[in-house]
């Protein structure tokens, strides 16, 4: 379950409804954090909540683990590896999955984050590349498994890159004596001439200065073309050699979006009425990233604090329709966004106000902290933080699969 | 690194000496605490500890990850997938795996718990069976999905039927109000006529009445000869349709020790002369599950204590040796077993006393608390055993993968 659909469960609740949560995970995945279990700071369970330690306080409603396969419009029947599930109304937020925009080769030799198993696997991989690297007695081979290129300057890639040389130069350091670790190269590319492109220039500028203070290499104009397992290369016909290839550089809308017989906008997604249903099917409502819709011109951001809106909202639309009032369109009141760079250091924008670095780092902690479902799952995460703020320790540097790429 | 080799190395750490520890895992791993994360009352991460992390306080210690395939004794060489390792000393405590006896049909449907991927891995699979069991329309079927055989009769047998009941019992029967869970159930089969043969009979007694007590079937003088996916059939016939056989009957030495040309002991293990090395080789120490010593007639016990004991006494003996002195022969100080069954209940046999219930539960958790390494993991288990113990809540009932057999 997304940010989107538990919200509108919490606002079906105990309203007399029949609620069914339809997932292939039978938990809700904190995925702003994924990065974060991906750099070895935090273990994975403690950003995934059950979604029936969440749904039995919710009455009415019942969970199924399935695969959704399709949806029958007309006898209005969600179609599941389990069987069909008749609905009145259907809320759909299967989210976004990454989008490689065709490149096969780039696909086939990166790694990304979506599921909380990607973040275990790309933690696996870049432990194994330093255990590699203790062994490997050529020095451009030992570079290139120290070297990791990351795609991509919006949020996950600038807070990937921060984590990820701060895991090198803080942790690992003295976890490989044998390793010049300041040899490690983290290399951000960038397509367009900025990072965090949504935030306000003073923001960005920061955020550069602040990347580049911590060594990591930030590429602006500057795009992945191709990649092996031992290199990434560019437009210019410049290539990294590198053993790891992050991808971030953009997402497309779920493939369950297909089902959905309209004309899809950009990444696939859906174009919505102003009420977050499609159009002649005032029965059907997507949400969250898959959810096309403009406003004030441009298109909604595929963020959390969107799906959460729409969620919300959707929950409140179908109780007004139960009641046969109606509900006013959907309007995302943005709230700000944020980006955290390293220790003690990050962006924030919200309430017309920018913060930056000690504050917004605070602000960003605390409002992560909150939103994170689970009081158990806050106080483990907090605890990790704490260690890594004193200690400058990440205890989960642990290498648990070797099913890496 | 298993209990044994963690501690030969941190008594010859700073000695002067060049240590390579070699492990095809990177972290110790805390096997008595297993079960529990297969019963998604801990997360994985917090019963594991990076080998780096200890060896970095640990002066003239090398890590190598790397799968050991073999030692040519002559040579004095060990022989990895990653080159040779030559030594001066070589000291193996490999462990042990589980031992099916032959029974091919039993190892192929079956879960035991010996490595922390098999936790994850029998996690899912019971928190599948209860998700098919509420879809499941067969009520034959759907009862076999909550039935939980449980073979071997000895601590880890018994530990994992008290928390797998209770998992039942206390947490998934709020998760699943669909589902009559007091249908499930734990069957618990001993091949003689004892559970937790090691221990007084007083101890057996409370143990066996008490698993009883919280509804879990112990079946004595029986033993499993046959399994499929869904059944298991005992040694008189009778079949018990099950959807999950866990198998803790029996272990036996790692397969690495088959390197070593000696006739071989009952389970693999290899007879060492009493100071520990194997015969005609003063310089290869033999640790752990995998050496076979007796004592006052009898063979040491295949548990962790022995491992930990021994690993101290080879660190020494080796010490001693470089210094051309001798050492007294290896002698292993039982300082008592326990097992927990649930919730203030467990048994404690120590210093010549018996403790059952509220005291020996409490031992039980003191020193398994003890003897996990890193502090943070220490803080994550005692914050989720408080959690279960307030609140009957075991939060990490996630399915992560569905690789289950």
Request: proline fraction near 4%; charged fraction near 20%.
């Amino acid at each position: 379950m997304g940010f989107g659909g538990i919200r509108t469960a919490r606002v079906l609740a105990g309203k007399g409804l029949d609620v069914i949560l339809a997932d292939r995970n039978n938990y809700h995945l904190f995925q702003p954090l994924l990065y974060q279990v991906a750099t070895a700071g935090l273990e994975q369970e403690s950003i995934a909540h059950s979604v029936r330690a969440m749904a039995r306080n919710w009455s009415g409603t019942r969970f199924q683990l399935t695969e959704v396969n399709g949806v029958d419009f007309v006898s209005r029947e969600v179609l599941t590896d389990t069987g069909c599930i008749p609905y009145d109304y259907l809320v759909i937020g299967a989210g976004s999955v990454t989008n490689f925009f065709g490149l096969e080769s780039v696909e086939r030799n990166s790694f990304d984050l979506k599921e909380l198993a990607d973040a275990e696997t790309l933690r696996n991989h870049i432990l194994t590349a330093f255990e590699r690297a203790v062994l490997e007695p050529d020095p451009a081979r030992k570079r290139a498994l120290m070297t990791f290129v990351i795609v991509g300057g919006g949020p996950t890639g600038v807070e990937f890159a921060g984590a990820l040389i701060e895991l090198v130069h803080f942790v690992l350091a003295k976890d490989y004596p044998e390793l010049s670790t300041h040899a490690a190269r983290v290399v951000l590319v960038e397509a367009t001439d900025k990072l965090l492109a949504s935030m306000p220039a003073k923001q960005r500028t920061y955020t550069l200065k602040k990347l580049r203070s911590m060594s990591v290499e930030v590429l602006l104009n500057a795009r992945v073309v191709d990649a092996g397992p031992e290199r990434v290369t560019l437009h210019d016909g410049a290539i990294i050699p590198a053993h790891t290839l992050f991808w971030s550089a953009g997402v497309k809308a779920a493939p369950i979006a297909a089902v959905i017989d309209v004309p899809h906008r950009a990444g696939g997604r859906i174009p919505v009425e102003s009420d977050l249903t499609i159009p002649g099917h005032p029965e059907v409502f997507v949400i969250g990233d898959m959810a096309y819709l403009e406003q004030e011109g441009s298109a909604l951001p595929m963020t959390a604090p969107v799906a959460m809106q729409m969620g919300i909202y959707v929950g409140k639309a179908i109780l007004a329709k139960e009641r046969n009032s109606s509900t006013p369109p959907f309007r995302y009141c943005d709230k700000g966004s944020m980006a955290t760079i390293g220790k003690n250091a990050a962006v924030a924008s919200a309430f017309g106000m920018d913060f930056r670095g000690y504050m917004a780092w605070l602000v960003w902690l605390l409002l992560h902290l909150y939103y994170l479902i689970g009081f158990r799952n806050r106080i483990v995460v907090m605890l990790n933080w704490v260690w890594y703020y004193w200690f400058h320790e990440r205890q989960v540097r642990l290498i648990t699969r070797r099913d890496g790429k």
